[in-house]
């Protein structure tokens, strides 16, 4: 790390401290040439990687809108949609990867989306599962009234005419 004032190209962390939300390291640093110090916040990069191949930071602005959208005249609030973007963003990232395809994206929203709203979920399954069909539809809901809690046995996950699990 650069010293800001100085430009040595060496400084020493003097303290470490973590976000509110853990996403982030504060540090504060000392130049050992200058003596100054300067503050640097890191963190983990995540990338999305589009069916294009472009590769764009995550972002959780994009996974609110994509959400918002399902969510159209369905009684859910901004805070709802924020709590579901920061649990999106939480699940892809115990994925351990730092590049995640964007259909990928879109199936992580699934689970929360169910659980906040089941009008929304079917609205945003069917596309992320592919939905062809009414028949897809209704395996979909039957899926829902038989597991109203969203959790699927491992083995029931996949939707008749779909090539994708959810």
């Keep these: 790390m650069h010293c800001p004032f100085c430009r040595h190209p060496d400084s020493r962390v003097v303290d470490s401290r973590t976000s ?9 640093r000392q130049c050992p040439n200058c003596s100054r110090r300067f503050s640097t916040v890191e963190t983990a990069s995540l990338s999305v990687v589009k069916r294009s191949g ?29 709590v579901l973007a ?29 659980e906040l709203d089941l009008v929304a979920y079917l609205r945003f399954a069917s596309v992320y599962r592919s939905f062809d069909s009414l028949d897809d539809f209704e395996a979909a809901i039957f899926e829902l009234r038989a597991h109203p809690t969203g ?5 029931d996950r996949s939707v008749p005419g779909s090539s994708q699990n959810a």
């Design 20 to 28: 509110d939300d853990g996403a982030s390291i504060r540090r504060r």
């Design 54 to 82: 472009a590769t764009e930071p995550f972002s959780r602005a994009k996974v609110i809108a994509g959400a918002r959208k399902a969510c159209q005249g369905r009684p859910v609030s901004d805070d709802q949609l924020a």
């Design 86 to 114: 920061q649990r999106v963003e939480e699940t892809i990232r115990q994925s351990g990867q730092a590049e995640i395809d964007a259909h990928q994206v879109g199936l992580a929203i699934l689970q929360p989306l169910q």
């Design 151 to 155: 959790e699927v046995p491992e083995g």
